[in-house]
């Protein structure tokens, strides 16, 4: 079992749609979760950190349910500019280890 | 400006050659990354070091080898023993301390084999 796990997709929704993508993780130790995103052959860039409480940014919601190791990503009125490949990220430990998924690509269509 | 360079973008390597890739970053961070990101997989930790003169192995390092000799700088050498070095490798860093868990990546060398 991977330690970190996304639905590859692709999703392929059209613009101004709302889109939900889950992730989950084996390990409980885990301390810090993240949402990056990756532009095709380019480098991951953050998004947001998720917090238990849940946060918001702008279009984006992140929740966190740590008794089901289970996190998630809202993306709300989707833009064209929104198509890249989502990566669900996990911390271990203070040695900044960080755990990836495969991510999930998202291809948002007018 | 403040940010992670990796050079160079495009790397070719022949059968049996060492090949180094360059990381360095002016953003003061402590800690520094190395991973490796092949097609459709999510990136794999290759080696990490937290201080000067100090590092780690990460889940993939069989074939690779790294020295942090200045905190600003974490060059990584691809040896021959790596018999599928063809990957996209991404270079991080990370400011240790407080809240400072976020990595931060370089724009990443694409490695060929020729």
């Known amino acids: 079992r991977k330690e970190v796990e996304q639905d590859p997709g692709p999703f392929n929704v059209p613009e101004g749609a709302t889109v939900a993508f889950n992730c989950t993780y084996s390990n409980s130790a885990s301390q810090s979760f993240f949402w990056y995103r990756q532009d095709c052959r380019k480098e991951p860039k953050l998004l947001m950190s998720v917090y238990s409480s849940g946060n918001e940014d702008g279009r984006f919601t992140a929740q966190l349910n740590r008794a089901s190791q289970y996190i998630s990503l809202l993306i709300r009125d989707s833009k064209l500019s929104d198509s890249a490949t989502y990566l669900c990220v996990v911390g271990l430990s203070n040695t900044g280890k960080l755990i990836f998924g495969q991510g999930t690509t998202l291809q948002v269509k007018p | 400006d403040g940010g992670i360079t990796q050079s160079p973008k495009y790397l070719f390597r022949k059968e049996g050659q060492n090949v180094t890739l360059s990381c360095e970053q002016n953003l003061n961070h402590d800690a520094m990354y190395w991973y490796r990101q092949d097609p459709g997989q999510g990136l794999r930790l290759i080696y990490y070091?937290?201080?000067?003169?100090?590092?780690q192995k990460g889940d993939i390092a069989e074939g690779y080898s790294v020295s942090r000799e200045k905190k600003e700088s974490f060059p990584l050498t691809v040896t021959s023993a790596q018999k599928n070095p063809t990957a996209f490798y991404l270079c991080?860093?990370?400011?240790?301390?407080?809240?400072?868990?976020?990595?931060?990546f370089g724009p990443g060398t694409r490695l060929l084999v020729l």
């Open positions: 070091s937290q201080i000067v003169n100090d590092f």
């Open positions: 991080a860093s990370r400011l240790v301390g407080g809240n400072q868990e976020t990595q931060y």
